[in-house]
């Protein structure tokens, strides 16, 4: 249906730059949750009691640790930000400058749930099915 899923979620939707009409990228719906596979997502959030959440993305190399305004739950969001980067070497950024309506987003801001989103890779999505083995076997290197 031409809605990009991570950016079909109400956390910061009036801040992100989403497209007004069906794509591939930033198309963040006619309203939150308006897709089916962001209303699935938000019914098993909210079945279990996370403790944390971690979202993977392939396109790059980075950790995205925070959104709002809530102290406590964005520290604890960089303290598993930190520990994920001791496996891979990817740098953190906190929320200043990137786009709100995702999973991250919504999961710190509404649930208050410490959250990352860990975007792999260097190449665009999908990755290359060998840049996918190399952070496969980089990543058991840590272990």
């Known amino acids: ?16 730059d989403l497209r007004n009409s069906p ?5 963040g719906g006619n309203k939150a949750f308006s897709s089916s596979e962001a209303a699935a997502l ?5 079945k279990y ?4 959440t971690i979202s ?12 709002g305004n809530n102290r406590e739950v964005n520290d604890q969001s960089k303290s598993l930000a930190y ?5 891979t070497g990817y740098p953190l950024y906190g929320s200043n400058g990137v786009e709100g ?7 710190i801001d509404e649930l208050q749930i410490p959250s990352i989103t860990i975007e792999i890779g260097c190449g665009s999505a999908p990755l290359d ?4 083995y190399s952070i496969f076997f980089a990543t058991l290197m840590f272990y």
Request: glycine share 10%; charged share 20%; with cysteine.
């Open 49 to 52: 009691p996370f403790d944390a």
């Open 101 to 107: 309506a995702g999973y991250k987003d919504w999961t």
């Open 83 to 87: 520990s994920v980067k001791g496996c």
């Open 56 to 67: 993977y993305h392939a396109n790059g190399s980075i950790i995205y640790y925070e959104f």
């Open 1 to 16: 249906m031409g809605v990009d899923i991570n950016r079909n979620l109400p956390s910061g939707r009036e801040d992100a």
């Open 129 to 132: 099915k060998q840049e996918i």
């Open 23 to 27: 794509s591939s990228q930033q198309y």
């Open 42 to 46: 938000r019914g098993y959030t909210l």
